[in-house]
């Protein structure tokens, strides 16, 4: 897993193939969130979710999830994500839910956590975004980095009003 480490314990965790072009979603921004060296956060990412990051979740007091996804509103959906009993260990089916549920498992706790959707248009084999997740990339990371700044300022996530500003 590609890590970039600035300490902390806020961890925003992203996912995908920068290869299948708006799928590299994820990747681009936690690139981008660990450019900018925002002490107390820890941006990871890789091609796809793994066992080995409920170890990483495990020492998180909150977390964020950032993936391409391929409906849905522009230019970002986010929702609230809590541990779920269905495990599958197909990599085709090991979803955030599951992760959260295999730290739960492992750890005996699993962060606050929050899944940031970026819509994504294209999918197909080629690197590089296209121009609307471009947008939709530098949207989704203003929001992060003011969700991470409440955080920081003790704010919860009620209180940060989150829900509206997506």
Known sequence: MGAEKAGGRLLVLGWGNPGRRDDGLGPAI??????LGIPGVTAESDYQLSLEAAADLAEAEKAVFVDAALEGPEPFEVRRLSP??????????????????????????????????????????????????????????????????????????????WERRS
């Open 30 to 35: 936690i690139e981008e969130l660990a450019r």
């Open 84 to 161: 779920s009993a269905n495990i599958s260990f197909s990599t085709h089916a090991f979803g955030p839910e599951s992760l959260l549920a295999v730290c739960e498992e492992a750890y005996r706790r699993a962060p606050e956590t929050l899944l940031v959707g970026v819509r994504g248009y294209e999918f197909d084999i080629a690197e590089g975004l296209t121009s609307g997740a471009q947008a939709n990339s530098r949207a989704a990371l203003e929001f992060i980095m003011r969700l991470i700044q409440d955080w920081k300022e003790g704010r919860t996530w009620q209180q940060a009003n």
